[in-house]
């Protein structure tokens, strides 16, 4: 029966696309990349048509390209004294229009003494202060790319030096732990945007509550960031979103195994080109639960995103942008004895998340090559959770207990100027407000006298961050050189940053570059609040420092042709004022996922992070395309011991394997049919040796702390399959797609548990295999 509807719909659709011409437009406006000036008469051409399909921009540097046949296509742009960049694979459907906002760069030759080639700008970040480690990340990559589930944080885990897992979206850069990665979003610092977020590891989730419908190009760093980016040590995800549709109402409507997705975007005033874009998914994995955990039953999950942009004629550019996730899981413990195998499963368990931002943002371009960028935010973020567990007479007793609570009120501010063609600086200042209300317990052996508070506290503190850099081009040499400051007012912890990168063009399709960073973060705020009775203070964390990292990175790049891209970073970082326990192998270099801390730590622990990445890229080719990233690398810290270990994110190898057709079909070739694999092999993850006996005498796991993360469970072997049918009417696009997370049923290391029938420590493994059959449809 699915069978003759899918034939019925392909053969009509046929029909369809083969009676008529679909075309669409290309408009977006043109600008200048450091003094966001607009640029007019700017020459925009589409690569490969006959006759050749271009225009110019106009005296605001606004154009359009009418009537653009619906394919993929490269776009080149060029303007005189400026560097002329070729922006690939330009996506024209029949439902939406595209809106580009192109940024070229003015050069620093003079010219008589050069002819510019144009560059090819898909592996060049956006930030045009960034040398090194920093990826350009794509929404149209993250529709793409199997394994990306239209999430453009699941999409981050295909480049070089990233690992991550089926289950959980925790970000592992370079063997560093996922808490210390920094999320932004429209230039803010905000909480994890994941839902579920922090469950299963610190800065992991499920899904991030950003839809690609919705964002526009974003930034992703892995090391040595520019100055403006405090409060991160291991990398920056800079996420945009994308401003609505100006002048026409476009709409898109998406259901599937795992929930629904409603998107809009339009006009609010045609006046003055202000336009609205709003984003809204409820997803409940109850069609899919019988190929989920037994703990995932009950799990649902919404999200709310939009943006306004107003324009003004004299006061600049004004946009309000929020998002929200609400998230809902639980479990219910086994009623039958025999089924009574874990803890877990004779626990009861309910979560209840939630997470919000709002921010207003305010751009004012001044005549004298310089513009203002402001942005004011509300943010919070909370969990519930509660756990019980059965005691021998069958009734539920209070296990722990998670109630936390943040706000944070921020202010941003940087002021950019371009001086000439040679030199622009940015300079800015940070305000961010962290309020807070935490309160964890845990029983800790005594369930007659209850759960042990180890953090109840309340109140407001702040970290504050002043930033200046610049960026100078002396013909093939680009300078970037910057000072970061912040200064954690709970404790007034205070960090000097200075950042430096270095790129030489060796000709025209080989560079190599340099960067250095000295980058800090805060730890969670639980750990400075907790009730160390175990100390001669009440909270003796309270007074930690920043924790630290040097970073030194060197790069090659090689334009192979035009469509085949080299890229090999070898890099090194090393860590230092890390949270310790003295005279012990603990560190908080290690922490993943244990909210129920009240020990006792000092800055005392080092790291080091050292390693080889490789990207070898074919861009999108006669509708072929493939990504081959690689890593080979080594994670390791010490504590006042002042022995070197494996720190638990130590996978030591990383392989990613993507490759992609695009099928053109129809007489007019008009209707697209794509088919995505990737192929994921990491390295197993770390743990410690088990001690049984102590296991045995504590009725749980215990490891042998003393030789730290000596043993790796088996290397993992994860694939991922997307198909997608699209097929086109005159004003709207229709897809069918097959989206399938460890396509092979792959069971990911979860750790180990204890048995309480045998009283043994098992290592435990679960397979989390998503699958999602969707049917999208924009006008």
Request: negative net charge; charged residues 20%; without cysteine.
């Amino acid at each position: 029966m699915t069978r003759n509807i899918l034939l019925l719909v392909f053969s009509l659709s046929l029909s369809i696309i083969n009676a008529q011409d679909i075309t669409q437009n290309i408009k977006g406006s043109v600008i200048d990349n450091s003094s966001k000036e607009t640029i007019p008469f700017a020459t925009i051409t589409i690569i490969g048509t006959d006759p050749i399909i271009g225009t110019t921009s106009d005296m605001d540097g606004n154009f359009i390209l009418n009537n653009v046949p619906i394919g993929r296509y490269d776009l080149q742009i060029s303007y005189l004294g400026y560097e002329p960049i070729i922006m690939p694979e330009v996506i024209v459907t029949s439902a939406k229009e595209v809106v580009l906002t192109i940024a070229l760069t003015e050069s620093a030759f003079a010219l008589s003494e050069v002819v510019l080639k144009p560059k090819l700008v898909k592996a060049k970040p956006l930030n045009e202060m960034a040398s090194v480690s920093t990826r350009m990340l794509s929404v149209e990559e993250a529709n793409r790319y199997a394994g990306g589930f239209d999430d453009p944080a699941r999409l981050a885990s295909s480049f070089p030096g990233v690992a991550s897992s089926v289950g959980n979206n925790a970000i592992v850069i370079r063997g560093n732990a996922p808490k210390y990665l920094q999320w932004k979003i429209e230039g803010v610092e905000v909480s994890n945007p994941n839902h579920f977020a922090d469950l299963g590891s610190f800065g992991g989730g499920g899904l991030t509550a950003l839809s690609s419908n919705l964002l526009a190009n974003s930034d992703f760093f892995t090391g040595a960031f520019p100055a403006e980016y405090n409060n991160a040590l291991s990398g920056v995800f800079d996420i945009r979103m994308r401003n609505g549709n100006s002048t026409e109402f476009e709409h898109s409507f998406e259901i599937g195994a795992i929930g629904m997705d409603f998107a809009s975007e339009g006009p609010l005033s045609k006046k003055n080109n202000a336009s609205y874009l709003v984003n809204y998914r409820y997803s409940t994995l109850g069609l899919v639960s019988s190929m989920l955990p037994d703990d995932a039953d009950g799990t649902n999950y919404q999200d709310l995103s939009f943006k306004l942009t107003l324009p003004t004629t004299k006061a600049g550019i004004f946009s309000v942008w929020g998002i929200g996730l609400i998230d809902e899981s639980g479990s219910k413990p086994e009623t039958e004895t025999d089924k009574q195998i874990y803890y877990q499963d004779i626990e009861k368990q309910d979560v209840k998340q939630y997470m919000g931002a709002l921010g207003l943002n305010h751009r004012l371009v001044f005549e004298n090559s310089a513009y203002l960028n402001s942005t004011l935010s509300l943010s919070a973020n909370g969990i519930d959770l509660k756990t019980d567990r059965l005691d021998d007479t069958s009734q539920l007793q209070p296990e722990n207990e998670i109630n936390n609570k943040n706000y944070n009120i921020t202010f941003k501010s940087t002021i950019n100027k371009k001086f000439n063609s040679t030199h622009t600086n940015k300079t800015g200042i940070m305000v961010r407000g962290l309020g807070y209300d935490l309160n964890l317990k845990e029983n800790q052996g005594e369930p007659e006298n209850g759960p042990n508070s180890l953090v109840d506290q309340d109140g407001f503190s702040s970290i504050i961050s002043a930033f200046s850099s610049s960026s100078i081009s002396l013909k093939k040499w680009q300078l970037n050189i910057g000072l970061n400051s912040q200064l954690f007012t709970l404790n007034n912890s205070f960090a000097l940053e200075p950042r430096l990168g270095l790129n030489y063009q060796l000709n025209d399709n080989n560079e190599i570059s340099f960067g250095y960073g000295l980058h800090s973060r805060m730890e969670p705020l639980n750990i400075y609040l907790a009730n160390t009775g175990n100390s001669r203070s009440n909270q003796a964390n309270r007074n930690l420092d920043f924790s630290k990292a040097h970073h030194f990175v060197m790069a090659y790049d090689w334009n192979i042709n035009e469509k085949l891209h080299l890229k090999i970073e070898p890099y090194f970082q090393y860590l230092f004022n890390i949270p310790v326990i003295e005279n012990s192998t603990e560190s908080l270099i290690n922490l993943q996922n244990d909210w129920f801390i009240d020990d006792t730590y000092a800055n005392n622990g080092k790291g080091k992070n050292y390693g080889l990445d490789l990207t070898l890229e074919q861009y999108v080719d006669n509708g072929f395309y493939y990504l081959l990233s690689g890593s080979i690398f080594n994670s390791e810290y010490k504590t006042d011991t002042n022995v070197w270990y494996n720190t638990r994110f130590n996978k030591n190898y990383l392989l990613n394997t993507l490759v992609g057709k695009e099928i053109r079909i129809g007489k007019k070739k008009q209707s697209l049919l794509g088919i995505n694999l990737k192929l994921s092999l990491q390295g197993g993850d770390r743990y410690s040796k088990i001690d049984p006996t102590a296991s045995f005498m504590e009725q749980g796991v215990v490891y042998n702390e003393t030789t730290p993360f000596t043993e790796q469970s088996k290397t993992s072997i994860i694939s991922h399959f997307t198909i997608n049918y699209e097929w086109y009417k005159k004003k709207s696009a229709q897809k069918l797609s097959l989206k399938i997370l460890n396509a092979t049923n792959y069971k990911d290391f979860q750790g180990h548990r204890y048995n309480i029938k045998t009283n043994k420590v098992e290592e435990f493994r679960e397979a989390l295999m998503i699958p999602n059959i969707s049917y999208k449809i924009s006008f």
